[in-house]
């Protein structure tokens, strides 16, 4: 694997509120300065940090914004007034004993890419909390390394590795509803409807990480491979934790997900259980049912499952309509989508309140933190592949090199090169499209199909079979020549002779 | 992958299916097998029970089945393809289901099975691929990170001789006998008239039969299968490149496919009353092109068309030496005076 050596650089905003500023500035406002960590991967590939800081005092309508009863509304109140470039964090300093954020909340987590912090006397104590933030907000080590995680020598990733979809131009989403038993459930979603109200403003967000397509289908008589267990206490039946990996193979082979594109595809499957099995729900390792009644496989997508009533009168006629609660569905499933890429909010430390997104699926920040991780690993698909590609046209020699194959081979370097520049400059979209262009070029180069070599000729197998065609031929002529040198000799001795 | 063609060879493809149809038992579903077959046994019409594939004697077990995807048949079983499938340097044309779409998570298992010698592997009767060839295949196949781990099975004559070449991290191989021995078939069977499977991969399908997904075997007892006295040949193994110890790897880690599931324990909370944006999906409303048939193989231009006009390279230094020696040894045997004669 190549080395990569890249640096990311953050541009904060350090906005001290009226009566915030620690007693021990170094500097009067503004100045700025500079925070530099190291993220090593392994030997030769290191991350570096950069974290560029303009510390100022507020403007007076930023002072009017925070004046505001919440933090909610003081954030909705301040973005106006931010810098909104991707990438970039604004972090507003309130006073420590602010009464707009709660009691025993340091930090508040916007929609956007701010976040109101309260002062903690010192400028070190307050410069280490806004560390923590900021690494929350952007990148930490843990996403930066899980990004690179496929150049980590493979002993020592953990079997728990978070393993986040990979970087790649588009994906496709799959939703399906699985109905195993239609004779005594007519099972009616409005996916489409759905679909449009809920799943679009977050693939509209996200489309600026990749394409994404969407399609949906329903499967009939589609079981799960696993027998559920009737537990007689909560009279219901119970899918054990450890039961869960095998559910998924028996319905994979009926999804068809192979069918329609190269793109990596994300399944959503909505399972209605049979009368019989009815309440179906899922347990944890503890053996406690999980409230989402779902689970979900890295890579691979999620399953949740929707439970009928049992009709009110023992008389309903069968098949009984059901009317699925999409809103409900697609809270899982969205939330499911969010993990699937790796935006978890488990690991904020306790102090930190984080505005929810609503609607629109993700804040702008973890959109930011996306970015942040598919731009290292991007970059560092390309140094891998071109490397490798200029290995192989090394041991090699007589591949032939198409030119369109070469130009896609310059372009993938100079995109390579923009997008690094572009990171020690703070542009994260600029960097984005850079190694999205170069991570193109370089797989079209390095995937094209006339670079398979066919010519492996073993040195026994040159000798087997050219000494049958040359050696009968060239027998007479190897005796001719011995003549003709024998008779030249002798010519050269006649005219001495002859005089 | 089998690679031998004609009906004597019926046993490599009902080898070739019997682990099909265990992997597809142990829950790996076709969408994740590229399944490769020289030739058409089943409907071959030398077949005495059309559309079956016996791997026991008295016809116990039809291997054939009735879910069965061959993607790669026939005459497209060559060693460009099978290299083009591993490496990913496929045209763009080729469906999915002929791809490999594997990533630096997926373990792999690869079993090939036909006719080989030391160093080489028979494809179609007409060409080899060598052992040299399949290391580097598996190494471009690291460097793109293609891999996590993969397992190498071979039934061939000389097997042990294909594995000897790797140098990939990650793999483990088996075959089914030593350089210098040949690995032998089974049983034949006299209603069908051919040998019905070869030894190695007849006591491989007893060992599988016994596993089931959530098996515990290790890869210790898959390289104790079939000893010297049940298949006179000598298997052998190769683990040297693999990075965890056999013993802690289970067979469901190549022959199934239990998949790595995390709870669901967070959701989102949405508005439910949100009105749905007017605008649907521009798939619907992009005005396309009326679609057309693809001509799959353009049969008109093919018989129409000239022969391509090979372009003329002037003759080459070793022909052109060659020829200015035999002139050179002509004249200087029989004289410079008969030149007149010839010209």
């Known amino acids: ?499 | 992958v089998c690679t031998s063609r004609f009906w004597f060879n019926y046993r490599h493809v009902a080898n070739t299916l019997s682990v099909y149809r265990s992997v597809k038992r142990l829950g790996i579903p076709d969408s994740h097998i590229v399944l490769m077959l020289a030739d058409d046994m089943a409907c071959n019409p030398r077949n005495p029970k059309p559309a079956t594939v016996f791997s026991h004697k008295n016809m116990e077990l039809n291997v054939y089945g009735d879910d069965v995807e061959v993607d790669y048949r026939s005459y497209e079983v060559t060693v460009e393809n099978f290299l083009r499938v591993l490496t990913g340097r496929i045209p763009p044309s080729t469906p999915r289901s002929k791809r490999l779409l594997s990533d630096d998570r997926s373990n792999i298992l690869i079993y090939m099975t036909g006719h080989g010698g030391n160093g080489f592997l028979k494809f179609q009767d007409s060409e080899e691929i060598t052992n040299v060839e399949l290391a580097d295949a598996f190494e471009q196949m690291w460097q793109k990170r293609r891999y996590n781990e993969l397992l190498f099975i071979i039934d061939t004559c000389q097997g042990a001789s294909m594995y000897e070449r790797f140098y990939s991290p990650n793999i483990i191989a088996l075959a089914s006998s030593q350089v210098g021995e040949d690995s032998l078939s089974h049983q034949p069977d006299l209603g069908i008239g051919v040998h019905l499977m070869d030894r190695y991969t007849f006591y491989v399908l007893e060992f599988l039969e016994e596993i089931h997904p959530a098996s515990q075997t290790n890869m210790n007892d898959l390289f104790q299968v079939c000893p010297k006295s049940l298949c006179v040949s000598t298997p052998g193994h190769r683990t040297d490149l693999f990075q965890r110890d056999p013993q802690n790897v289970l067979i469901t880690d190549f022959f199934g496919s239990v998949r790595k599931v995390e709870i669901t324990t967070e959701a989102l909370s949405l508005d439910k009353d949100v009105a749905g944006s007017e605008s649907k999906f521009p798939d619907e409303e992009l005005a396309t092109e009326p679609l057309k048939y693809a001509e799959q193989l353009p049969v008109a231009q093919i018989i129409h068309q000239k022969p391509k006009q090979k372009d003329w390279h002037p003759p080459g230094g070793f022909i052109l030496g060659l020829w200015a020696l035999i002139i050179m040894v002509f004249f200087k045997t029989y004289g410079i005076k008969h030149m007149k004669h010839v010209f």
């Open chain 1, 1 to 499: 694997a190549a080395p990569v050596q890249v640096q990311l650089v953050v541009r904060m905003a350090v906005v001290f509120g009226p009566g915030s500023g620690p007693g021990d500035l170094p500097k009067p406002l503004p100045f700025r300065d500079v925070q530099e960590m190291e993220i090593s991967v392994n030997l030769r590939s290191s991350v570096t940090s950069r974290y560029e800081m303009l510390y100022r005092s507020t403007t007076a309508q930023e002072e009017a914004a925070l004046a505001a009863a919440t933090a909610r509304e003081a954030d909705a109140a301040l973005h106006p007034l931010q810098d909104t470039t991707l990438g970039s964090l604004t972090m507003y300093v309130v006073p420590e004993t602010s009464s707009l954020l709660p009691q025993g909340i340091n930090v508040y987590v916007g929609k956007h890419r701010s976040a109101l912090v309260r002062a903690g006397g010192s400028l070190a104590a307050l410069q280490a909390r806004l560390r923590e933030v900021a690494q929350v907000m952007s990148f930490t080590a843990a996403s930066i390394g899980a990004a690179l995680s496929d150049r980590v020598p493979d002993g020592q990733l953990s079997p728990d590795a978070r393993r986040y979809l990979k970087s790649s131009l588009g994906y496709e989403i799959t939703f399906s509803l699985l109905n195993p038993d239609p004779k005594s459930h007519t099972v009616d979603w409005d996916i489409e409807g759905a679909v449009n109200r809920f799943v679009k403003p977050i693939l509209d967000k996200l489309s600026l990480v990749a394409n994404f397509s969407v399609d949906s289908q329903i499967l009939y008589y589609a079981v799960l491979g696993v027998t559920p267990r009737y537990d007689k206490e909560s009279s219901s039946f119970l899918l054990s934790a450890h039961s869960l990996p095998h559910v998924i193979n028996p319905v994979e082979a009926r999804l068809g997900s192979s069918a329609a594109s190269l793109y990596p595809v994300l399944n959503f499957l909505l399972y209605v259980p049979e009368r019989s099995h009815t309440p179906l729900y899922i347990q944890d390792k503890d053996g406690a049912p999980v409230s989402t009644n779902a689970f979900h496989s890295p890579r691979w997508g999620g399953i949740m499952v929707y439970n009928v009533e049992a009709p009110a009168s023992p008389q309903a006629s069968f098949p009984v309509h059901v009317d699925v609660d999409m809103a409900r569905v697609m809270e899982v499933f969205l939330a499911q989508l969010r993990l699937l890429f790796g935006l978890s909010r488990e690991e904020v430390p306790a102090e930190f309140l984080l505005e929810s997104p609503g609607n629109e699926g993700l804040a702008d920040w973890e959109l930011d933190h996306l970015l942040w991780a598919h731009t290292v690993e991007n970059i560092a698909t390309v140094s891998t592949t071109l490397t490798s590609l200029a290995q192989l046209l090394d041991k090699i020699g007589n591949i032939v090199i198409k030119d369109d194959i070469a130009s896609e081979v310059y372009r993938a370097v100079t995109a390579v090169q923009s997008a690094v520049t572009e990171l020690s400059l703070g542009h994260l979209h600029a960097a984005f499209q850079a190694s999205k262009e170069a991570v193109t070029s370089s797989e079209t180069a390095f995937f094209d199909p006339s670079l398979l070599h066919l010519l492996y000729f073993p040195d026994d197998q040159k000798f087997a079979i050219y000494i049958p065609l040359f050696l009968p031929m060239a027998v007479p002529i190897f005796l001719s020549l011995v003549k003709i040198a024998r008779e030249t000799r002798q010519r050269k001795k006649e005219p001495t002779k002859m005089d």
